[in-house]
C-alpha cells in the first residue's frame, strides 16, 4: 500500500468514494477519499493515465464525471484500487497527489436538479401512524403496495458541516382553535439514505427493477430535517412542506453501488404481494450500520437493511408514470427505524413525542434539537475485514433569525 490507512477507516481500500474538495492552492475538483486522505484526480489525470476529458474532474460539482458512465467511473475506481496496492504504480513516489482531509474544504458533491423523499420503513411509517391516528390500524391502506414518497427542495440541500437556521411557521398549540407564528419548537433529524441518479431519461420512459441499479450511481448518508410542530398543522391534505424544505444535509463522499456489493442483503417479506412493475428478483438491501449522535451523546443504532421498500421499487414506481430523471438528481429512504426503541431513527419516535426524554451525556435530556446542538450522523458496512464506510454528516442548529 503506498499510503497508509488506519485500521477501521471508512474509506478503506475496498471503498474509494469520490467527491468534490478544494484548497488554499486548489480550486473545487474530484477527489477521492483513502484513509485520512484524498487523492486529487486532476493531479493523477495529469500523468496520462486516462482516456477521457480532463475538464470534467475540475468541475464544481460531479455530475459530468458521473455522465461518462459506469463503464468509466467504474474502471477509474478500480484502476485507482490497483495502483494504490502497487509499490511501482503510477501514484508511487507522488506525495503532491494526496492531501490530508483534514486541510481541505469539502463541498456538495453534485449538483441537485430535483430530490424526492420517501416513506419506506414500515417500523418508522407504524410508529408515526400509532402516534398520530389509530394504533390498531397504523398503516395506511395504500402503504403495502407504493413507495409512498413527496417531492422535496433541492435547493435547500446542504453538505456535512453547513450549519440550518432554526425555521419559523405556523403551529397550532395544544387545545388552541387559532394558529401561532414563530420558531418551531420541535425541530428533528431523520436519519435516512440517500442514492444518486448516475443516468438521465427521458420524459415517457420507465425504469424497471431491474434495469434501476444501472441508473444508481452511488448513496450519501442523509439527514431530512424536519420541524414537527408546523409539519402537524400543515400536512393536511397536501403532506409536508414547510416543515421540510427549510434544509436537508448529506455526506460529501458519494460511495458507489460497486463499494457496497458484499453488503447486500435480502430484504423483508412484502405481504400483500406487489404490482407486477415492483417485483425484483435478487438482493436489494443492504446490511449498513448507522448511529446518530446529539452532541457527544449516541442516541440510536439503525440500518439500512430494515427498509421495506427498496431503491430499486423507489426508482421503478418513480417512473412508473413516465417522469424523467437526471444525473444528480437525489431519492432518500425516508426515516430508518428499526424494530428496538434504540434504532428508531428520529426523535419524534425516540422520544415518543416528548413523553420520554433521551438523556445525554452532560446530564441534560432532549425531547427534540436545541439551539446550539450538532447532529452527528454515520454508517458504514462490515463484513469480515471488508469495511466501507460514508464518513459523516454533521450539522450544528443555529437560532432562528
Given at each position: 500500500?503506498?499510503?497508509?490507512?488506519?485500521?477501521?477507516?471508512?474509506?478503506?481500500?475496498?471503498?474509494?468514494?469520490?467527491?468534490?474538495?478544494?484548497t488554499q492552492d486548489?480550486?473545487?475538483r474530484?477527489?477521492?477519499?483513502?484513509?485520512?486522505h484524498?487523492?486529487?484526480?486532476?493531479?493523477?489525470?495529469?500523468l496520462g493515465v486516462?482516456d477521457f476529458?480532463?475538464a470534467v474532474?475540475?468541475?464544481?460539482d460531479?455530475?459530468?464525471?458521473i455522465?461518462l458512465?459506469?463503464?468509466?467511473?467504474?474502471?477509474?475506481?478500480?484502476k485507482i484500487?490497483?495502483?494504490l496496492?502497487?509499490?511501482?504504480?503510477?501514484?508511487?513516489?507522488?506525495?503532491?497527489?494526496?492531501?490530508k482531509?483534514?486541510?481541505?474544504q469539502?463541498?456538495m458533491?453534485?449538483c441537485?436538479?430535483?430530490?424526492?423523499?420517501?416513506?419506506?420503513?414500515?417500523?418508522h411509517?407504524?410508529n408515526?401512524?400509532?402516534m398520530?391516528?389509530?394504533?390498531?390500524?397504523a398503516?395506511l391502506?395504500?402503504?403495502?403496495?407504493?413507495?409512498?414518497?413527496?417531492?422535496?427542495?433541492?435547493s435547500?440541500?446542504?453538505v456535512?458541516?453547513?450549519?440550518?437556521?432554526r425555521?419559523?411557521?405556523?403551529t397550532?398549540?395544544?387545545d388552541?382553535?387559532?394558529?401561532?407564528?414563530?420558531p418551531?419548537q420541535?425541530?428533528?433529524?431523520?436519519?435516512e439514505?440517500?442514492?444518486?441518479?448516475?443516468?438521465?431519461t427521458?420524459?415517457?420512459?420507465?425504469v424497471?427493477?431491474?434495469?434501476?441499479e444501472?441508473?444508481?450511481?452511488?448513496?450519501v448518508l442523509?439527514?431530512?430535517?424536519?420541524?414537527?410542530?408546523i409539519?402537524?398543522w400543515?400536512?393536511?391534505?397536501l403532506?409536508p412542506f414547510?416543515?421540510k424544505n427549510?434544509?436537508?444535509?448529506?455526506?460529501?463522499?458519494?460511495?458507489?453501488?460497486d463499494?457496497?456489493?458484499?453488503?447486500?442483503?435480502?430484504?423483508?417479506?412484502?405481504?400483500?404481494?406487489?404490482?407486477p412493475?415492483?417485483?425484483?428478483?435478487?438482493e436489494k438491501?443492504?446490511d449498513?450500520?448507522?448511529e446518530?449522535?446529539?452532541?457527544?451523546?449516541?442516541?440510536?443504532h439503525?440500518?439500512f437493511?430494515?427498509?421495506?421498500?427498496n431503491m430499486?421499487?423507489q426508482?421503478a414506481?418513480?417512473?412508473?408514470n413516465?417522469?424523467?430523471?437526471?444525473?444528480?438528481?437525489?431519492?432518500?429512504?425516508?426515516?430508518?427505524?428499526?424494530?428496538?426503541?434504540?434504532?428508531?431513527?428520529?426523535m419524534?419516535?425516540l422520544?415518543?413525542?416528548?413523553?420520554?426524554?433521551?438523556?445525554?451525556k452532560?446530564g441534560?435530556?432532549?425531547k427534540?434539537?436545541?439551539?446550539g446542538?450538532?447532529?452527528?450522523?454515520?454508517?458504514y458496512?462490515?463484513?469480515g475485514?471488508?469495511?466501507?464506510?460514508?464518513?459523516?454528516?454533521?450539522?450544528?442548529v443555529l437560532?432562528?433569525?
Amino acid at each position: 500500500m503506498i499510503i497508509n490507512i488506519p485500521e477501521n477507516s471508512d474509506f478503506s481500500i475496498h471503498n474509494i468514494p469520490f467527491g468534490i474538495f478544494s484548497t488554499q492552492d486548489r480550486s473545487k475538483r474530484v477527489g477521492i477519499a483513502i484513509g485520512e486522505h484524498i487523492l486529487d484526480l486532476v493531479a493523477v489525470h495529469e500523468l496520462g493515465v486516462f482516456d477521457f476529458d480532463a475538464a470534467v474532474l475540475h468541475r464544481n460539482d460531479l455530475n459530468d464525471f458521473i455522465g461518462l458512465g459506469k463503464t468509466v467511473t467504474s474502471n477509474v475506481r478500480t484502476k485507482i484500487q490497483g495502483w494504490l496496492q502497487d509499490d511501482d504504480s503510477v501514484l508511487a513516489g507522488k506525495p503532491e497527489l494526496f492531501i490530508k482531509q483534514s486541510e481541505a474544504q469539502m463541498h456538495m458533491p453534485v449538483c441537485v436538479g430535483d430530490y424526492t423523499d420517501f416513506y419506506s420503513s414500515i417500523e418508522h411509517a407504524t410508529n408515526v401512524g400509532k402516534m398520530f391516528r389509530d394504533p390498531e390500524n397504523a398503516l395506511l391502506p395504500n402503504w403495502k403496495h407504493i413507495p409512498v414518497g413527496y417531492h422535496g427542495r433541492a435547493s435547500s440541500i446542504v453538505v456535512s458541516g453547513e450549519p440550518i437556521t432554526r425555521p419559523k411557521g405556523q403551529t397550532i398549540p395544544k387545545d388552541a382553535t387559532q394558529p401561532i407564528f414563530g420558531p418551531s419548537q420541535r425541530l428533528d433529524f431523520e436519519l435516512e439514505m440517500g442514492f444518486v441518479v448516475g443516468k438521465n431519461t427521458k420524459m415517457g420512459e420507465s425504469v424497471s427493477t431491474k434495469e434501476a441499479e444501472n441508473y444508481i450511481f452511488g448513496l450519501v448518508l442523509f439527514n431530512d430535517w424536519s420541524a414537527r410542530d408546523i409539519q402537524k398543522w400543515e400536512y393536511v391534505p397536501l403532506g409536508p412542506f414547510l416543515a421540510k424544505n427549510f434544509a436537508s444535509s448529506i455526506s460529501p463522499w458519494i460511495v458507489t453501488l460497486d463499494a457496497l456489493e458484499p453488503f447486500r442483503v435480502a430484504g423483508p417479506a412484502q405481504e400483500p404481494k406487489v404490482l407486477p412493475y415492483l417485483e425484483y428478483e435478487g438482493e436489494k438491501n443492504y446490511d449498513i450500520h448507522l448511529e446518530v449522535a446529539i452532541n457527544d451523546s449516541t442516541v440510536c443504532h439503525s440500518n439500512f437493511r430494515y427498509m421495506y421498500w427498496n431503491m430499486a421499487q423507489q426508482l421503478a414506481h418513480h417512473t412508473v408514470n413516465g417522469c424523467n430523471v437526471h444525473i444528480g438528481d437525489m431519492m432518500a429512504s425516508g426515516t430508518i427505524s428499526g424494530k428496538d426503541e434504540n434504532s428508531y431513527g428520529s426523535m419524534l419516535e425516540l422520544a415518543w413525542m416528548g413523553t420520554k426524554p433521551v438523556q445525554l451525556k452532560d446530564g441534560t435530556e432532549r425531547k427534540f434539537i436545541n439551539d446550539g446542538d450538532t447532529v452527528t450522523m454515520r454508517g458504514y458496512g462490515q463484513k469480515g475485514d471488508i469495511r466501507v464506510g460514508f464518513g459523516e454528516v454533521s450539522t450544528k442548529v443555529l437560532p432562528a433569525t
